[in-house]
């Protein structure tokens, strides 16, 4: 929300979510082609990874892309399960905003804090 303001879309969507599952599986399947271990510690070039370009990649910054990329996938999940779950409360029992945060445990967010 914070880039709404001078882009006019949100910037996690539904297609950079999809550019997102690629490039963390391309990381993935470029650890698993090491064959246990043995393959480069640094990987050059999109012949390693696609996407990858001219540049280099360590397995340091592979683990790290995997995770970076993960977490924000499961975020953008479990905001989409969120934002179902307060229609679908609010819609069925007539309960207030803040009530459906409390009941699923965003006290927090309820009280206007993170």
């Known amino acids: 929300k914070r880039h709404d303001f001078y882009t006019g879309w949100k910037i996690l969507r539904?297609?950079?979510m999809d550019l997102l599952?690629?490039?963390?599986?391309?990381l993935v399947y470029a650890g698993?082609?090491?064959?246990?271990?043995?393959?480069?510690k640094v990987f050059k070039t999109d012949r390693?990874?696609?996407?990858?370009?001219a540049n280099q990649l360590t397995e340091k910054g592979r683990q790290i892309g995997i995770k970076a990329y993960t977490?924000?996938?499961q975020r953008y999940a479990l905001r989409g399960l969120l934002e179902r779950l307060v229609i679908l409360t609010k819609n069925q029992q007539g309960i207030?905003?803040?009530?459906?945060?409390?009941h699923?445990?965003?006290e927090s967010v309820a009280e206007g804090g993170r």
């Open 14 to 16: 539904a297609g950079v």
């Open 21 to 26: 599952l690629d490039a963390r599986n391309a």
């Open 71 to 73: 977490d924000a996938i």
């Open 104 to 106: 699923v445990g965003l």
């Open 48 to 53: 390693a990874i696609p996407g990858l370009g």
């Open 32 to 40: 698993q082609q090491q064959n246990g271990g043995e393959g480069p």
């Open 96 to 102: 207030s905003l803040r009530e459906v945060l409390v």
